[in-house]
């Protein structure tokens, strides 16, 4: 079992549309969780973290976690072509972060 | 301010030469940590520095691998006697503390071996 895993996508929305991303991990001692955005040939860019259960929203993001269930989710409202990338999600119980393999997403205009 | 920066961005190299590559955290960052992405692979955990010690060194993955930190600022990774499967895009990331901290990536080295 991957420690961290990710929908295998790719995924593909309409402009304007929610684009959910789902992330499950192993490690139940896991106290941080992160969403990154990577677009091609670029380094991965922080979007999102978030600490203890619920939701945290910032603009049109919203990170979901849900430790008993071992769940991590980001919501993107009004999806929009720049958001196309490959989304990251990664978890740490101590210091490093452990990466799933990302999802691919396309926002068709 | 200014982010991570890491140098050089390009890097291609012969087998069996050494090379080194150069990560500048953000100032006031006390973590920083090596990561490297190649096909396949995903992105993996090579080391985490909190200051000038380095308390996981775990994913290096062999002895050819090694890092320093100075001056609690800039790290080098240096890759001995460099082999084809160490082809991948290094990535380095600081952080304002080392547990939990968000860690912030720079631009990375694309390493190429030939």
């Known amino acids: 079992q991957k420690e961290v895993e990710q929908n295998s996508g790719p995924l593909s929305v309409p402009e304007g549309a929610i684009a959910s991303l789902n992330c499950t991990y192993s490690?139940?001692?896991?106290?941080?969780f992160f969403w990154y955005r990577q677009y091609s040939g670029k380094s991965p860019e922080l979007i999102m973290s978030?600490?203890?259960?619920g939701d945290k929203e910032d603009g049109r993001f919203t990170a979901q976690l849900n430790k008993a269930s071992q769940y991590v989710s980001l919501l993107i409202r009004d999806s929009q072509p720049s958001d196309s990338a490959t989304y990251l999600c990664a978890v740490s119980r101590g210091s490093r972060l452990t990466f799933g393999e990302g999802t691919q997403l396309t926002v068709n205009p | 301010g200014a982010g991570v920066s890491q140098s050089p961005s390009n890097k291609v190299t012969e087998k069996g030469k050494d090379v080194e590559l150069r990560c500048d955290p953000i100032?006031?960052?006390?973590?920083l940590y090596w990561y490297r992405q190649s096909l396949g692979q995903g992105l993996e955990f090579l080391i985490y520095?909190?200051?000038?010690?380095?308390?996981?060194k775990s994913g290096l993955p062999s002895d050819r691998f090694s890092a320093e930190r100075t001056g609690g600022s800039v790290s080098t990774l240096t890759i001995q006697r460099t082999q084809q499967e160490d082809s991948a895009v290094y990535l380095c990331a600081s952080s304002l503390g080392g547990l939990g901290y968000e860690q912030y990536f720079g631009p990375g080295t694309r390493l190429t071996v030939t």
């Open positions: 100032s006031g960052h006390t973590a």
């Open positions: 520095f909190q200051g000038n010690s380095a308390p996981d």
């Open positions: 490690d139940r001692g896991s106290q941080s």
């Open positions: 978030i600490y203890s259960n």
